[in-house]
């Protein structure tokens, strides 16, 4: 098995074992965020109903900034929280989606909480 099939088998198992305890509701949809080697997505999603009721990603004109990736994921975090914020959803369930907490992740998350939202 190479390095690269270790490190996706890693983050799939702790994924699945995060996923175990969280579900988004109605009430309390989930925060996921999705970490590729160029950009960041984040999407909050009610798993009752099955869809995407707020999302953001550093595609485009984000992106375009040339900005460092952290900071690209800090605007992602701010434009997810006003986007929920508009669609009525103040708390939300964070799921890290297997990915270590620290660095974009992180930033991500934190610059939501400052937009508003409550996890």
């Known amino acids: 098995m190479g390095t690269k099939n270790r ?7 702790i994924k699945h074992r995060i996923r175990r305890d969280l579900h988004g509701t109605a009430v309390r949809p989930r925060l996921t965020v999705f970490r590729s080697n160029g950009q960041i997505y984040a999407q909050i999603i009610n798993d009752d109903l ?13 992106s375009a900034q040339k900005l460092p990736k952290i900071e690209q994921a800090k605007l992602v975090g701010q434009q997810l929280a006003s986007r929920a914020i508009e669609a009525g959803i103040t708390t939300v ?25 409550k996890f």
């Open 7 to 13: 490190k996706v088998f890693r983050r799939e198992r």
């Open 50 to 62: 099955g869809n995407t009721l707020a999302s953001a990603s550093s595609v485009g004109a984000i």
């Open 93 to 117: 369930v964070f799921d890290r989606n297997g990915y270590l907490y620290h660095g974009r992740v992180k930033s991500l998350a934190d610059a939501a909480r400052e937009g508003g939202l």
